[in-house]
């Protein structure tokens, strides 16, 4: 699936299965691809969510919105680290994303119980 980012001058195709995560940063939103790669592109992260998930039906969407700073590409993440307060992303230059316990819980669930779903 690809994103569509449509600009005054412009048209961007972002292929989603290459981002391992979206971050919050005021009226931008600043995507982190598999290879390492930052793009920052103009819009909440409320916004480009809502695109993403009307691409997918409710149970395919590989992103989740973690807290108001973060969404996450659950197809990439390699390790929650409740106690140390950490989730690890598989990228070229990934940087442990710290996040608080609960929501680190939360996720684990949610992908527990995705995972009973389809297996």
Same mark, same amino acid.
């Given at each position: ?45 409320? /916004?480009?969510? #809502?695109?993403?998930? =009307? !691409? ?8 989740? @919105? ?32 710290? /996040?608080?316990? #609960?929501?680190?819980? =939360? !996720? ?8 009973? @779903?389809?297996?």
């Amino acid at each position: 699936m690809k994103l569509c980012i449509n600009s005054r001058d412009e048209l961007k195709l972002i292929d989603l299965k290459d981002v391992c995560y979206m971050k919050a940063c005021g009226n931008y939103t600043d995507f982190y691809f598999v290879d390492g790669k930052t793009k920052s592109e103009t819009g909440c992260l409320s /916004l480009f969510t #809502k695109q993403i998930e =009307e !691409l997918y039906s409710d149970d395919d969407c590989p992103f989740v @919105r973690v807290g108001r700073s973060h969404a996450v590409n659950i197809e990439h993440i390699i390790l929650i680290n409740i106690p140390q307060r950490t989730l690890q992303i598989r990228a070229a230059t990934a940087n442990n994303i710290i /996040l608080p316990k #609960k929501l680190l819980k =939360e !996720l684990r669930d949610f992908i527990l119980k995705k995972n009973r @779903r389809t297996t």
